[in-house]
């Protein structure tokens, strides 16, 4: 079965630093993989996904940028974090095939506090 | 377009009481939803999923959905809650032909009273 890890499990950041979130996946090859974000008590939104090595869509213009070196890393980045970025960061995979190929599985998260 | 709507922002119920939180979807397609669970600063566990076979669908955990789509929804329920319930719910409904995306509910905090 699939394995989703995040790190950090929790990072504290001044305004202006730099960002950089990972997500690796186990279990599974040539996954869809979604970055999300939950600001405090708000549902998910969906930031960016990737189908494929290389391959980013961007769900919503902000300060956040995603990339996809290998088939099973997703990384979060920022050059620059506003206040606004704070929030629960959730990774999540599609597999590409299988009985559960419709579903998406999600990671334990970063929560992210911008000071 | 596609859109879920979770009808309740917070549910509060006894222990051992049923619980029923209620989803409405729009979709032009025949749609695939789903119900995850939420307990705090912890990810998205899926309780179920409906994906056009039987409408009536079971999950983890004791939980239950129904499909109806004369009623556009896709309530979840439990004949008894237990305290372990006790956490925030999210309706999803999964975006047509675009990569699996999916577009989830504002969700619904499930409070369980001993």
């Known amino acids: 079965s699939q394995t989703i890890h995040q790190w950090p499990a929790t990072l504290v950041q001044p305004v202006g630093s730099p960002l950089s979130l990972e997500c690796t996946v186990e279990g599974t090859s040539n996954p869809n993989l979604y970055w999300y974000r939950q600001a405090a008590g708000r549902g998910l939104q969906l930031l960016f996904y990737?189908?494929?090595?290389?391959?980013i869509s961007s769900e919503v213009p902000q300060n956040l940028s995603a990339s996809r070196p290998q088939d099973r890393q997703f990384i979060l980045s920022s050059k620059k974090l506003l206040l606004s970025d704070s929030g629960f960061y959730l990774c999540a995979l599609k597999p590409s095939s299988g009985a559960s190929y419709n579903e998406q599985f999600f990671g334990p998260g970063t929560r992210l506090t911008v000071l | 377009a596609q859109s879920v709507t979770q009808l309740d922002s917070h549910v509060s119920v006894s222990e051992g009481t049923p619980v029923l939180l209620r989803c409405n979807y729009s979709s032009s397609y025949s749609p695939s939803l789903f119900w995850y669970v939420q307990h705090p600063n912890k990810g998205l566990q899926l309780l179920l999923k409906y994906t056009s076979a039987a409408t009536l669908v079971k999950g983890i955990n004791g939980f239950e959905a129904e499909f109806k789509k004369s009623e556009t929804s896709f309530h979840l329920t439990k004949p008894s809650a237990h305290m372990s319930d006790a956490a925030e719910y999210f309706c999803v409904v999964s975006i047509y032909n675009q990569g699996g995306k999916l577009i989830f509910g504002q969700g619904t905090e499930l409070s369980v009273k001993p």
């Open positions: 990737s189908v494929g090595i290389g391959q």
